[in-house]
């Protein structure tokens, strides 16, 4: 009778890498290219659909934040242009 080979692990499993356009869109979307970050994020999340990498939450994350900074910036630009209206017209 032959005694069993021992028990070896298999190969260690690889972290998936992760896309590099998502991390740049969620870097850009933060630091305040909106835009950019929100081109980038749609980009890195069809990339990610195509490759399986991983980076879906960062480029949805970049799309997210992107889009809110885009909304609040609009909102201040409507403030802005309201206030100085109302100085005008009030003579000042």
Known sequence: MTTPAPYTAG????AAK???IS???????IIGFT?????LGFVG???VKKTG???????IAAIVIG??????????????????ASISASGY
């Open 11 to 14: 190969p260690s499993p690889v």
């Open 18 to 20: 992760t896309n590099v």
């Open 23 to 29: 991390i740049v869109a969620l870097v850009l979307s």
């Open 35 to 39: 835009v950019v970050g929100i081109i």
């Open 45 to 47: 999340l069809n990339q």
């Open 53 to 59: 990498e991983a980076g879906r939450g960062l480029a």
């Open 67 to 84: 889009f809110i900074e885009l909304v609040l910036g609009i909102i201040l630009i409507i403030v802005y242009v309201a206030a100085l």
